[in-house]
């Protein structure tokens, strides 16, 4: 996994980021939902708001492809589809 985290000067949201690179046929995916948010946890007591470092990351973190069979010309394109939504 290569994950990325969407800093504070993007102005399009994580949501938009990923459906624009969905379009663009690159395979995005969303990664490392916070423990406390888990079903378990929530049964447990646990809620929204108890962890707000780690769910600020959560809302900023996108996972690129990243894999061995990915060559140059599969990382220009994931690089720029990335440009591309976020612009």
């Given amino acids: ?3 990325i985290e969407l800093g504070d000067g993007v102005r399009r ?3 938009d980021v990923f459906a624009s690179m969905r379009s663009a046929g690159i395979g995005v995916a ?9 079903p378990y ?4 007591g646990f809620q929204k708001g108890d ?3 780690a769910e600020a990351y959560y ?5 690129l492809p990243l894999y ?3 060559g140059e010309a599969g990382q220009d394109q994931v690089v720029q ?3 591309n939504a976020m612009s």
């Avoid at 969303?30 to 888990?38: A, G, K, R, S, W």
């Avoid at 946890?41 to 447990?44: F, K, M, P």
């Avoid at 809302?59 to 996972?63: C, E, H, K, Q, V």
Wanted: charged share 5%.
């Fill in 1 to 3: 996994l290569y994950v």
């Fill in 81 to 83: 589809a990335l440009g």
């Fill in 30 to 38: 969303v990664h490392y939902i916070p423990v406390h948010l888990q």
């Fill in 51 to 53: 962890f707000p470092v």
């Fill in 59 to 63: 809302a900023r973190a996108i996972t």
């Fill in 41 to 44: 946890y929530q049964v447990l």
């Fill in 13 to 15: 949201s994580r949501a």
């Fill in 68 to 70: 061995p069979g990915l």
